[in-house]
């Protein structure tokens, strides 16, 4: 996500829609409201938010944030989709690259109108460029048709331990 390195082209989505990496005014322009219809997401003041923001800044292209933004909407409420990519390397595969998708949401109000498709794709897309072997995520059943039409196959069994 957050990150000083040139960000990708926006994405056209068909509509006023575009499609970019997550900025610092992102916190005014409805991001965390956004991710708590995924999961709990308190308010975080805006130096809380910088802090983070520098922090994942700091791992460069390892950690790709995208928002799609509607520049037409009311300004509190233009973020209408995010996604996130975190690529790991390992030492497998001869120092190979996975790639992460996390924290995939649309806004309620959005959704049915192919964005969280056009997101995931996105974070595909960057990921291969990066040179990763492949992109994983965990989803709930009855998400599986979804990422089916992202591209992705079942595979494995997810296993968590929660703290
Ligand atoms: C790795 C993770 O982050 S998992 C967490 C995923 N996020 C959530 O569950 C948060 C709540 N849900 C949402 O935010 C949204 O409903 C999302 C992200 C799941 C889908 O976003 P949308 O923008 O509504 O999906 P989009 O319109 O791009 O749909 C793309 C295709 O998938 C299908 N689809 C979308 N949601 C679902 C679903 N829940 N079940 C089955 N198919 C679905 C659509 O019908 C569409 O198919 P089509 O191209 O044949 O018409």
Known sequence: MASTSPEPAATE????VKIRR????????????LLSQLSSCPDLTESEFAACFADLA????DHVILVAEDPAAAPERRILSTGC???????LRGGGKVGHVED???DAAARGRGLGLRVVRRLV???KGAGCYKVILDCTPELRAYY???GFVEKGVQMAVYF
């Open 148 to 150: 089916a039409k992202c």
């Open 104 to 106: 995939v949401v649309v």
């Open 58 to 61: 700091a791992l460069g292209d």
């Open 22 to 33: 997550l900025q610092i005014a992102d916190r005014e322009r409805g991001f965390l409201p």
């Open 85 to 91: 990519l975190f690529v790991e390397r390992k030492f």
């Open 125 to 127: 897309e960057i990921a």
């Open 13 to 16: 989505t068909g509509d006023s």
